[in-house]
């Protein structure tokens, strides 16, 4: 055919890489995926599910994934059939979490609130608001575990909670002493490309207090000025309350007369916490 001039298209392609996989030759078949490019063909969403399939057949889930997420980079859209065929390699290979989130995607691009229906049962979670409420919830009954997974789970099915639901969650992980996860989790959110706001700061720094780790409490309270966030009273009170206590009079005094010099401020903004 190509000797005489005639240029296969990407359904010719497509059968010849389907039968190179039906006899295991998976190497001759992704080589003809590279080729179709070459003859100013484009693979397209069944030549990524006909190698996807023949990878997982042979047990090849980890390049069968690379193929995946190839096919997402080049902005081919997986069908059914594509998902289907990598969720199947993934069962087969024991990986059951990877499949569970694969689902879980898939589902998603047909209705992107039932992966939160789906991990909450008959309590759906709709929006932003409803998302809010579940995760206090859960710390509220000591589920942080759980509710840290699920922020996890979303953000890797693309779903990215708000600030305030990050403060929530922060919350609960230093009122049951995992400092080191709240600022973990404070990572993630930047990453998301969110800026931590006053509550965010304000919460830290009262936990690291409590811990008596306060040169981190100080080194927090001047990144959150930096950053714009005026510290409230509570957040002043809470430090100079634990270096009184320690006896650090010169610094206690430092941070008082730092307070005065904001305190119009504070008084502009929350004249009630000053009582």
């Known amino acids: 055919m190509t000797n ?3 240029v296969p298209d990407t359904y010719c392609y497509n059968t010849l890489i389907k039968g190179l996989c039906d006899v295991g030759f998976l190497d001759e078949a992704r080589s003809l ?3 179709i490019s070459k003859k100013d063909c484009f693979p397209d969403s069944a030549t990524y599910t006909i190698l996807i399939c023949g990878l997982c057949k042979e047990g090849l889930v980890n390049k069968a994934e690379e193929i995946f997420e190839e096919m997402k980079r080049l902005g081919c859209s997986p069908t059914v059939m594509t998902f289907n065929s990598l969720i199947n390699g993934f069962c087969k290979a024991g990986a059951m979490e990877k499949a569970h989130i694969l ?3 898939m589902e998603m691009g047909r209705n992107p609130s039932l992966f939160l229906r789906l991990s909450q049962g008959s309590d759906p979670v709709l929006d932003s608001a409803s998302l809010q409420s579940m995760v206090e919830r859960l710390c509220s009954s000591g589920l942080i575990l759980k509710a840290y997974k699920l922020l996890k789970e979303l953000v890797k099915s693309g779903v990215v909670p708000d600030v305030i639901t990050y403060n929530i969650l922060i919350n609960g992980l230093c009122k049951a002493g995992n ?3 709240a600022f973990k989790l404070l990572k993630e959110l930047l990453l998301q490309g969110y800026s931590p706001d006053a509550v965010t700061y304000t919460t830290l720094i009262d936990a690291l207090q409590r811990a008596d780790r306060e040169e981190e409490a100080f080194s927090l309270l001047d990144q959150m000025a930096s950053h714009g966030h ?4 509570v957040v002043y009170r809470a430090l100079m309350t634990s270096l009184c206590r320690k006896g650090r009079v010169t610094r206690d005094f430092s941070l008082w007369l730092n307070f005065l010099s904001k305190r119009p401020l504070l008084l502009r903004r929350k004249p009630s916490q000053l009582n």
């Open 33 to 35: 995926r590279l080729e």
């Open 103 to 105: 689902f879980n995607k």
């Open 179 to 181: 400092i080191n996860g």
């Open 230 to 233: 005026m510290p409230d009273v």
């Open 4 to 6: 005489k001039g005639l």
